[in-house]
């Protein structure tokens, strides 16, 4: 099983912008499809972005096309979200996931990272 850590939350004012990092332990980390989830208070969890195990493929939530983008590294077995013009409601905690089969991935998870946009 692939292990998920998860890096670069913090504050940010609405509009600015944050890189979430998400290092994977293992070898075998190109077999995996990866991708972002997230939980804002109160809220139930939801899907962000993902990226198919060979970064031919990206999705969106409709609710950040265009402001978000999810890229790979394979070389450094790490996946990223770059997260522009951020609003207060992108404020959650964001999870990294794995899966070798599904799109969104969802068989491992990472323990999250905190991310607070104020207005």
């Known amino acids: 099983q692939v292990q998920l850590a998860e890096s670069g939350g913090g504050v940010v004012q609405a509009g600015g912008s944050l890189r979430l990092s998400c290092a994977a332990s293992g070898r075998t980390f190109i077999t995996y499809n990866m991708g972002w989830f997230r939980q804002a208070p109160g809220k139930e969890r939801e899907f962000v972005a993902a990226v198919s195990w060979n970064g031919a493929g990206t999705y969106y939530a409709d609710s950040v096309k265009g402001r978000f983008t999810i890229s790979r590294g394979n070389a450094k077995n790490t996946v990223y979200l770059q997260m522009n013009s951020l609003k207060p409601e992108d404020t959650a905690v964001y999870y990294c996931?794995?899966?070798?089969?599904?799109?969104?991935?969802?068989?491992?998870w990472g323990q999250g990272t905190l991310v607070t946009v104020s207005s």
């Open positions: 996931t794995a899966d070798r089969e599904r799109l969104p991935p969802r068989d491992a």
